[in-house]
Each structure stands twice: as C-alpha cells, then as structure tokens.
C-alpha cells in the first residue's frame, strides 16, 4: 500500500517516513504470520542517507544533529521488528540480516 501522508520538511530535516516504514513492516509481518505463510522482508529504511531527516518524535534529541536523531530512529524501528517478531513468538525461527551503512 502506498501512503500518501509523507512529510518532508526541507530545513528541518523532519519527516515521519521512517514510521510510516516501520508501520507497513510491522503489519505485513502480522498478515503473513496471521495467515501461516513464511515471508521474506526487505525493509530499507533511508533515513541515514543524506539528506538525512528524522520523525518529530526523534527530532532534536540526538547531540550529534539530524544524524543522531535518524540513527536513534533507526534503533527504535529495528527494536520494535524484533519485538514483533518475539511477540509473535517466531523470534527463534526467523533469520534477520541488517545492513545499515
């Protein structure tokens, strides 16, 4: 599904696409267990690239700038897969490979 509420604020560097991100991952991990199929995620998150830019919840907490805020934000979202994902007590039978650069 493509979410059409994205907002990116230029000068800022706020946007809340890293939550849409996770939100569309989370749910897609629920459907595909809630149906018993096995499922291949690819969540790419960009919000360490440049222009970097951070959710309002983020935003302005990090002392290393809008970097640090989209690492936290990155920390959180990958916090909350796994919590997903041992929630749905399918932790121990799933194998995740992160690649963040």
Known sequence: AVVST?????????SNISQIFLEEG????EKQHSEGNPFFLYWTPDALH???????????????????DAVMEMDYCIGKIF?????????KNTFCFLHLR
């Open 6 to 14: 994205q907002k990116y604020g230029k000068v800022t560097g706020e």
């Open 26 to 29: 989370l749910s897609f991990i």
């Open 50 to 68: 440049g222009p970097n830019y951070a959710s309002p919840m983020f935003h302005g907490k990090s002392i290393r700038g809008i970097y640090g």
């Open 83 to 91: 919590e997903k994902l041992k929630g749905l007590g399918i932790d």
